[in-house]
């Protein structure tokens, strides 16, 4: 038994030692449709369409296993917009729009198959996970009545202001939304040598979230720049909908995760020995 695991070992590292390898760095960007995905929220039919941008670097080591399986691992880093767009009518035929936005820098890990990614076009598959960390957002909230007049919430961060004829501003004491955020993604798409150096790539991707991104564990309060200080309670996730009530401390919203897909495309630079190329590659020649 030890001697086939050592067999099987020692194969592994010889092919990989004769495969080809290289390394690609470059930049990307991408537009996504995304959303906030909670169950009630999308079954109250509030939610409108929303596509927010994403923009990074990413780095990649690809090799050859057993001469003919490329694969690889690639990370990236980014700047994503995420978020969501809303729009509703109540039973009182006012009307309201709000929107979510949230500011991610978004580190990700994943692994790459595909097919030879030496001749002139390559199919691509990747799979991994994107770890973000919330830089900013802004949560508002318009309600739109009989004459045209608005009622207004606005959070940008902490800060807080309120309109209602007249403005007032105050600070949250907890922020609305958790400060990291995880997601498993997958992507599948094409690479296009554009010359020996240069890669162009699209590819089609969708994140799913792991977690709840709303806080809603913690009780929030805002504190008012008035003379003499008012503090009220804010509650803005104990409603089965989101910007539907009734308000209750008691309700326990369903998970709400960061979904997007969209479209990606990148220029990537590759790395590699141009005196090491295996037979087996069949290299698209460029004049």
Known sequence: ???????????????HSYAQNEGRVGIFAGINRTSLSNTKD????????????????????YYTLFKKLPMGFNTQISYTQLGQNYKGNYADSTSFYAYSRLNYLRIG????????????????LDAGVNYGMLLNYQERYELIRYNNDRFI?????????????????????????????LTVYGALGLDFLLSKRIVFGFCGRMDMGMNTVENSATKINVNYNSNPPQTESFAPFNTPSKFRGPVDAKIKRDKTTNQYYGIYFSFKYRLFNEEKIEDWYKEHIFP
């Open 1 to 15: 038994m030890k001697r086939k695991l050592f067999i099987i070992i020692f194969s592994l590292v010889f092919h």
């Open 42 to 61: 999308k079954a109250a039919g509030d939610w409108m369409p929303t596509f927010k941008p994403s923009i990074g670097l990413e780095a990649g080591y």
């Open 109 to 124: 890990l994943g692994m790459h198959f595909g097919s030879n990614m030496r001749r002139q076009v390559a199919f691509t």
């Open 153 to 181: 919430l606005d959070a940008q961060n902490t800060d807080f202001n309120l309109y209602d004829t007249v403005s007032r501003v105050g600070t949250l004491t907890a922020p609305l939304y958790n400060k990291t955020d």
